[in-house]
């Protein structure tokens, strides 16, 4: 039995998928600070010792917030990183000096974007679990939240697609792709892009997507434009959560979300 799981981290993100022999994929590494929540500490807890795969699907703080401390509680040297790689870390730091100083956090991820050899070690093994990725290019798009990966995670019978801080230009962007349009069919577990917020909006997606459930990874409101349950829950077809019949999920109202996946 295989689990993927949507941790609430505020309004940021967070998601592990595990492999059939034990394997772990995390999708993020954001935590929240009231009440602290943070994966260099319930990952240890759960009995993480190491990581598989190490995928960021956006450079911005709220998804990278807690990897200098994972670094020191989990071993990362063999992890396989996924990220944008169409930009250097010059480049992204450069987009991130635009908006104030780079962070410690930041910094960290940089780092690690600039010297991870992406060819070795071999990739390690993780049954049941798949993925594809997908993002635009730069300089085509200059902003952090377009130039998000996109990642499309196999976990046995279930897909599940995880598309950053993705906005509607980035979507339509990659919409021409006949391979990108066939995977949004497959796609089961759908995580609301830029946690909800009706900048991460495409109706086009859902022309060729239609989930079972629709998942916002967020805090309590902050904003206007993250009023969208009603909006993704549409093109939602159904689930059940706790009994209760869900189109939409959110770690706001629900916590952590997770599936046990055969």
Excluded at 99 to 118: D, E, F, K, R
Excluded at 194 to 200: C, E, K, L, T, V
Aim: charged residues 15%; negative net charge; aromatic residues 10%.
């Amino acid at each position: 039995m295989m689990r993927f799981t949507v941790f609430d981290v505020g309004h940021g993100s967070c998601a592990l998928a595990t492999a059939e022999n034990g394997e772990a994929i995390l999708i993020d590494c954001g935590h929240k600070t009231e009440p602290e929540y943070r994966p260099s500490q319930f990952l240890p807890a759960m009995g993480l010792r190491r990581l598989a795969h190490l995928f960021v699907t956006n450079f911005d703080e709220d998804h990278v917030s807690d990897l200098p401390q994972l670094a020191q509680k989990l071993d990362l040297s063999p992890t396989h990183f996924h990220r944008n790689r169409s930009m250097d870390a010059n480049d992204l730091r450069l987009i991130k000096l635009q908006s104030g100083p780079v962070s410690p956090a930041m910094s960290a991820t940089l780092n690690l974007h600039q010297n991870y050899i992406y060819e070795t070690p071999p990739p390690l093994p993780t049954p049941g679990v798949s993925w594809q990725t997908f993002y635009n290019a730069y300089p085509a798009f200059t902003d952090t939240n377009n130039l998000s990966l996109l990642v499309v995670l196999r976990v046995g019978t279930r897909t599940i697609l995880l598309p950053g801080d993705l906005e509607s230009p980035g979507w339509e962007a990659l919409l021409p792709r006949p391979d990108f349009r066939a995977v949004l069919g497959t796609v089961h577990i759908f995580i609301a892009s830029h946690h909800g917020r009706d900048n991460g909006y495409c109706a086009d997606v859902f022309t060729y997507c239609h989930p079972e459930v629709v998942v916002f990874s967020d805090s309590a409101i902050r904003h206007a434009t993250q009023e969208m349950a009603a909006t993704y829950g549409q093109h939602a077809r159904g689930t059940t959560l706790n009994g209760q019949p869900r189109n939409v999920i959110t770690t706001r109202q629900d916590g952590t979300v997770w599936w046990e996946i055969p």
